[in-house]
């Protein structure tokens, strides 16, 4: 079994940062993607970013392109989300994700693992 743990959500104003964190745990973990989506009240879950495992390959959504950044510790099996110049259409939930195996990294069912999810609030 593969444990995922955001944290790092929280209130920020607009044009503010914040730094998303996602640790994988358990007995054997590998993945070939791990990334984040997100959900805003009343609205479909959707991709945000994701990155490789091995090779570090990095996708985004067109609309945080240039202001969030994914990155990796290998070594602690944990992925970052850095997110920068917030808006207040980033307010939602932000899920943590992992794909065992390659695969259609923007679509929501390629994934596996999911974390709780962690609360991000812009205000305006």
């Known amino acids: 079994q593969v444990q995922l743990v955001e944290s790092g959500g929280g209130l920020v104003q607009a044009g503010g940062s914040l730094r998303l964190s996602c640790a994988a745990s358990g007995r054997t973990f590998s993945s070939y993607a791990m990334g984040w989506f997100r959900q805003a009240l009343g609205k479909e879950r959707e991709f945000v970013t994701t990155i490789t495992w091995s090779g570090g390959s990095t996708y985004y959504a067109d609309s945080v392109k240039g202001r969030f950044t994914i990155s990796k510790d290998n070594a602690k099996n944990t992925v970052y989300l850095q997110m920068n110049s917030l808006k207040s259409e980033d307010t939602a939930v932000y899920y943590c994700?992992?794909?065992?195996?390659?695969?259609?990294?923007?679509?929501?069912?390629?994934?596996?693992?999911w974390g709780q999810g962690t609360q991000v609030t812009v205000s305006s």
């Open positions: 994700a992992a794909a065992r195996r390659y695969s259609n990294v923007y679509f929501r069912g390629s994934y596996d693992y």
